[in-house]
């Protein structure tokens, strides 16, 4: 059952990380700070939370997430119809996953309810709150403020960027403004949850080829495979000379502009059926996602593969890095979908599922 919406206008707190004194500011609910220390060392965290960070050895970069709250974060994510990597970094960014941590406000538990907030979203006293408690009340919140803001989205990435920011600011200035606060510091909130969340969680500092796209996939499972629009569409188009050679005057599938290095998702589950390149796409993925459907992901990198030949995969997965490879003028993602061996438009595929770029 939908618990009722609790808008918090007008709180507005503002503050930044002061970098040269080694201290995070981590911003509550109701836009209230607390700090969370670090030591000198990058590696030694001093504060109560579980969070670690990786070291060399470890995977550099990913943030080892208390394997007790996993469990509590994927389902507190299907609470809210957000990806996990969003909720987890929420989190961190509240309290370090820290739940004992309390606000100079008052603002307690691992997701920083304030009190008076907290009867809305969760049983109990709020000191009695357990972290799975405090996480589910997450999710049911950010459910509610993906509700309260999307009306004024302009699509389903903008409708999670003002649902963090009303987390923070409160429904009520968020739909007033018409989009993110800025006010020196909900906006910081919001890219560093953002930022946070384009790392792959995990709870063992290893890397995985899991989701980080910042909106779940939908009911049936079909995800978009990147989430920057589209500028190039499938039919035909001019011929374009690349360094090598002049491409086809029809253009099979879709282009989206994302940057070298930068993540490729699959767009349902799947097997993958081809790792390989030929001189037109250059390296590329084919992923039998059933039903006679089958995706090509190309110009990939060379050495940016996450998957190899006869790999299951499950909607939202990594499965290659962007590249330049083939007939292409600079680093995208051409995107295909073959349904029964013949090349189809894969915007009005992705629609016919519920997806729309």
Partial sequence: MKLSR??????????CAFVALAVLTVTLVGAVLVSVTWSDNSDEAVTASEIQ??????????????PDLMPHIEDAADTAG????????????E????HDAVSHAGAQTIAQFMPETWPAYGEGPIEDATEGEAIQAQGEMMSDMMDETESIANDTDHNVDLALAAYN??????RQVGDIPHNGETEIYVERIRDRAQQNFSDDCTSSNESVQLANYNEDGWTRPTDIDVTSTYGPRPVINTNAGPTVSYHYGIDFPIQCGDPIHAINDGVVQAVESDEFGGWYVDVDHGGDVMARYKHSASDGFHVSEGDSVTSGDRIADSGSSGLSTGCHLHFEIHLDGEHTDPDDFLASVGVDL
């Fill in 6 to 15: 609790l808008a918090l206008p007008g709180l507005a707190a503002f503050g």
């Fill in 169 to 174: 600011a409160g429904s009520g200035t968020v």
């Fill in 82 to 93: 957000l990806s996990p990597e969003i909720l987890a970094a929420q989190l961190w960014a």
């Fill in 95 to 98: 309290s370090g996953y820290d």
């Fill in 53 to 66: 960070q990786c070291g060399p050895d470890d995977g550099e970069g990913l943030d080892q997430v208390p």
